[in-house]
């Protein structure tokens, strides 16, 4: 399942109204020390693509993230750090003691 959350709706829809041939893309971005690194991207449309409408926002999930979690959730945060879109996971792999002592020693 994927969630937009409000934030993220209202910025997305902005977006997307602007340029109405493009759809929201969650890519996989390789692994990390913590699991799957994920991505958020506008991507143009094009016919056969295997869209999700979540909502009423088209989206388009890489095979690879079925994989690791098709549970992704699409944040947008504005703080003291600056503003940006965040990208979540309920499932997946969570390996991380914190400090990447577990990378370091698996090499």
Do not use: H, W
Request: overall charge negative; some cysteine; charged content about 30%.
């Amino acid at each position: 399942m994927i969630e937009i959350s409000p934030a993220a709706r209202a910025v997305l829809e902005e977006y997307l109204k602007k340029s109405p041939d493009k759809v929201v893309r969650i890519a996989f971005d390789g692994l990390g020390c913590s699991g799957p690194n994920m991505k958020l991207l506008l991507e143009t449309f094009q016919e056969g693509m295997a869209l999700k409408d979540v909502d009423g926002i088209r989206v388009l999930l890489d095979e690879e993230v079925d994989v690791f979690s098709e549970d992704q959730i699409i944040d947008y945060l504005d703080g003291e750090k600056g503003k940006g879109f965040a990208l979540s996971s309920r499932g997946g792999i969570a390996a991380c003691s914190g400090d990447c002592s577990a990378c370091s020693s698996a090499r």
